[in-house]
């Protein structure tokens, strides 16, 4: 038996193919994650089928077929929607009001592939709202139940793309000149499609689908990815780069003089775009994004609300708050009217229409989001991850300090966060201040507290 509770992460599972994932492990998920869906959960009704869809890795097509005949076990039926992004699945699942499931390990190596999973209306599904109970269920052999279910097909392609360009008034794009790095994933299918016919003028690099990566890792977080499509943004002379990771639903943007946008300073731009059609609106933002983006959507007249990193977070505080977008440091960017699921496409179309609407070019549209300096990401292996951050903690009872996610200690003119890994004896050290001096001196500062030496 596979260690379930290495690859039930907390919103997906992913793992090594087959070490640690592989058919007969996908067709028991397939039964228990269909025998949650008949048990229901509060006010919901039992769905009659489930939609599947993958990426281009060359695990896909047999676990798709494993899992139809684990969920078709158990009475449901199987819509087959063939190769997609997983932005694309969260559209069917909410158009089609019905469950989901998306084969897919994201930014993962080759090795590696997983399932993203979804209730009915795209709603989200984590370890803390159903799928642990499908990690259980999946560690015995569940009998069939009932008469068998069918795996029928379907193609949402295209209700997709026009679900994609409703989000703007496409024909007030200008001529712009796109390129997208699709790193040989899902974005080489609904990319294209995205903006075939569109005034803006695309060429897609590695658009072939190919999950072996050949050109290199389907990771736009970080920046090496994204160093091919920076040359090419100068090389051609484009107005915007487009930097997507396997299952196209995560987009990091590169402006005209091949510079990167952060996650923060595209969840500004989208966030003030949006509050200008609708004030007043609430407006979600992890944690971790800089200061700039609550500043951003108060100046916007927008309400600003905090949550944990995570998407199964962002979507249930979305809908608490009744929430119009959300958007994370990662990358990740969530709609209301995408059934407050996230989409990089989406994200896209509205950076290009601002750029449209204002006649900027991005380096200069940028410029008033951008405010204040960041670490990245510093990880830092601990023995003890909960007694260093006591530790670190502890050093800083002076300043404001919450446990929203981790260890938050805003000291004004400069502040981080601190949080653990699910899987891994590492602390992970976000740090902002007001200028990148700032941010060096300080994030030498805490990581001795960490680390406990000089760093």
């Not at 997906?12 to 008949?38: C, N, T």
């Not at 024909?171 to 974005?187: E, F, I, K, Q, T």
């Not at 780069?241 to 969840?267: I, K, P, W, Y």
Request: proline residues 5%; aromatic residues 6%; glycine residues 10%.
């Amino acid at each position: 038996m596979a260690d379930l509770d290495g690859i039930f992460k907390a919103y997906d599972v992913r793992g090594l193919v087959p070490d640690q994932l592989d058919e007969p492990l996908v067709e028991r998920i397939g039964a228990s994650y269909a025998r949650f869906l008949i048990g229901g959960t509060e006010g919901e009704v039992a769905p009659s089928r489930v939609l599947v869809g993958r990426d281009m890795r060359p695990s896909g097509p047999g676990f798709v077929a494993a899992f139809a005949r684990g969920v078709t076990s158990q009475g449901l039926d199987v819509v087959d929607l063939g190769l997609c992004s997983t932005d694309e699945v969260y559209f069917a699942s909410g158009s089609m009001d019905a469950p989901a499931a998306m084969f897919t390990a994201s930014h993962n190596p080759a090795g590696y592939n997983g399932i993203k999973f979804c209730r009915s209306g795209a709603r989200p599904l984590g370890l803390d709202s159903g799928l642990d109970r499908v990690r259980d269920d999946a560690r015995a052999d569940l009998e069939p139940m009932g008469e068998p279910g069918v795996v029928t097909t379907a193609d949402v392609l295209e209700q997709f793309v026009d679900h994609v360009r409703s989000f703007v008034d496409v024909d007030r794009l200008s001529p712009l000149s796109v390129v997208a790095d699709v790193a040989n994933g899902m974005g080489g299918l609904v990319v294209p499609a995205a903006f075939e016919g569109l005034n803006p003028k695309l060429e897609v690099m590695y658009g072939e689908l190919d999950g072996s990566f050949p050109n290199h890792p389907a990771d736009p977080l970080q920046p090496e990815n994204q160093a091919d499509l920076r040359a090419r943004v100068l090389e051609v002379g484009a107005d915007v780069g487009l930097a997507f990771d396997g299952d196209a639903d995560r987009v990091f943007l590169v402006d005209e003089q091949g510079q990167g946008l952060s996650g923060s300073t595209t969840t500004a731009i989208i966030a003030a775009a949006m509050l200008r059609e609708h004030p007043g609106a609430t407006i979600i933002h992890n944690l971790i994004v800089s200061k700039a983006v609550p500043e951003v959507i108060a100046e916007g007249g927008g309400v600003a609300v905090r949550t944990r990193v995570g998407h199964s977070y962002i979507k249930a505080v979305m809908a608490e708050h009744d929430a119009l977008f959300g958007g994370e440091h990662s990358a990740h960017y969530y709609f209301a009217d995408n059934y407050r699921a996230d989409s990089g496409l989406i994200a896209a179309m509205v950076v290009l229409a601002e750029m449209s609407r204002s006649g900027q070019p991005l380096s200069e549209l940028r410029q008033p989001f951008e405010r204040y300096a960041a670490s990245g990401e510093i990880n830092s292996v601990v023995a003890d991850p909960i007694g260093t951050m006591a530790r670190v903690e502890e050093a800083y009872m002076g300043a404001d300090r919450d446990h929203l996610d981790g260890l938050t200690v805003d000291l004004g003119d400069w502040w981080f966060n601190l949080r653990s890994s699910n899987t891994e004896p590492l602390l992970r050290l976000n740090l902002e201040a007001a200028d990148d001096e700032a941010v060096a001196e300080h994030s030498a500062e805490v990581l001795t507290l960490i680390r406990g030496k000089e760093s």
